[in-house]
């Protein structure tokens, strides 16, 4: 069993950076792939990165890559995603997954993530 908590949401101007932290709890966390996944208001819940158990390997949304990072602190249990050059279009609800399978590969498919965050909102105002 791994429970999400995230954090690091809020109000920001267009352009503006921001960084999202996901804590787990339990000892399983080094061995789930993880993913950063949202959703926006009258929107489907979409995926934004991921990474693998190890943190070796990511993947990402067309829209996050080359402005969003992912990585993660096995140590500390905690996920992370800098998100950079924000847009209004990024505004949403962002929310931290783990795939419930060991040592698998990061993940993009929300219906295949078995733990769930409540979610941190993200708002980009123009």
């Known amino acids: 069993q791994v429970q999400l908590e995230e954090s690091g949401g809020g109000l920001v101007q267009a352009g503006d950076s921001l960084t999202l932290s996901c804590v787990a709890s339990g000892r399983t966390f080094s061995r789930h792939s993880m993913g950063w996944f949202r959703q926006a208001p009258g929107k489907e819940r979409e995926f934004v990165a991921a990474i693998s158990w190890s943190g070796g390997g990511a993947t990402y949304s067309h829209s996050a890559e080359g402005r969003f990072t992912i990585s993660r602190d096995n140590a500390k249990n905690t996920l992370f995603l800098q998100m950079n050059s924000l847009k209004p279009e990024d505004t949403a609800v962002y929310y931290c997954?783990?795939?419930?399978?060991?040592?698998?590969?990061?993940?993009?498919?929300?219906?295949?993530?078995?733990?769930w965050g409540k979610g941190t909102l993200v708002t980009v105002s123009s």
């Open positions: 997954a783990a795939d419930g399978r060991d040592y698998g590969p990061p993940n993009i498919l929300p219906e295949s993530m078995d733990y």
